[in-house]
Every structure is written in structure tokens, then in C-alpha cells.
């Protein structure tokens, strides 16, 4: 599995948010590496992902785009310290006017991110080649 093709994955519903939450999990990303266009209505996050996949220790570039973004919030994420890095948990998101409702990126620490979205659209894109890693992201029971 070490040749695993990059993902590049789509999702459109809370089930497709799910598997990309699923690849995410343990990403890694600079605070400045979080850009949201409200003209564009596009939130964009680039991540250095573990390749959970791969079943070797890899992390990728990846990039998460999600669409249809009406407004952004963030709670105890450090805007001001562009370089300070953030760790995902998981993606969620809680159904409002149907179809759409907020997109959380929660992260480690009690930080995250809610996208209010007229409907999930998400993509999920590996950009880079992937490196070796020494450690394997690890939770604690």
C-alpha cells in the first residue's frame, strides 16, 4: 500500500464529509495556511496529511476546499500567530435549512473552525508528492 495513489476526494453530503474526516484525521496545518475568500465563498485549508493509508509513516500535502461558504467563525484558534499549528480531530456537520447547515473543523486543544454552508461541498486534494515521517500520530484511551 506504500504506492497508494494520491486522494482526491469530493464530498456532498454529511456521509462524503465523513471519509474526508477520515483522511484529515491527525492533519496537521499553519494558522496561516488558512485562507477564507467571502467574495468567492470559499474557506481553503492546507494540510500536511498523514497517510493513514499508505500503511507506511507518511505525510502528504493536501489541500481542503469547501464551497457555497456563507460565513466563517473560529473559537480559541490563534488568529494572530500565523505560524502557530493547529492539529484536526474531525470534520462534523450539523444539518440547518436543508441543504445546508455548518461545517466544524475541530482541533486538538477545544479549537475550531464553523463554516455556515448552503449545501456540503467539500474536495479533498493530495498536491505533493509524499515523505517519510518518524512517528505515527498516537491517541491517548
Known amino acids: 500500500m506504500a504506492d497508494a495513489a494520491p486522494l482526491r476526494l469530493l464530498a456532498q453530503d454529511a456521509d462524503d464529509l465523513a471519509i474526508i474526516s477520515a483522511a484529515l484525521q491527525d492533519a496537521v496545518a499553519k494558522i496561516g495556511d488558512i485562507s477564507f ?37 473560529a473559537r480559541n484558534v490563534r488568529r494572530d500567530r500565523p505560524d502557530a499549528v493547529v492539529e484536526l480531530l474531525a470534520l462534523t456537520f450539523e444539518p440547518g435549512d436543508a441543504p445546508g447547515g455548518a461545517v466544524t473543523l475541530s482541533f486538538a486543544g477545544g479549537g475550531d473552525l464553523r463554516a455556515e ?25
Open 37 to 73: 475568500e467571502p467574495k468567492a465563498r470559499l474557506l481553503t485549508v492546507a494540510f500536511n496529511r498523514y497517510r493513514w493509508e499508505a500503511g507506511t509513516r507518511q505525510r502528504v500535502r493536501a489541500a481542503l476546499q469547501l464551497g457555497c461558504v456563507l460565513k466563517v467563525q
Open 117 to 141: 454552508v448552503e449545501c456540503v461541498d467539500a474536495v479533498l486534494a493530495d498536491v505533493s508528492e509524499p515523505w517519510p515521517t518518524p512517528r505515527t500520530p498516537g491517541h491517548e484511551a
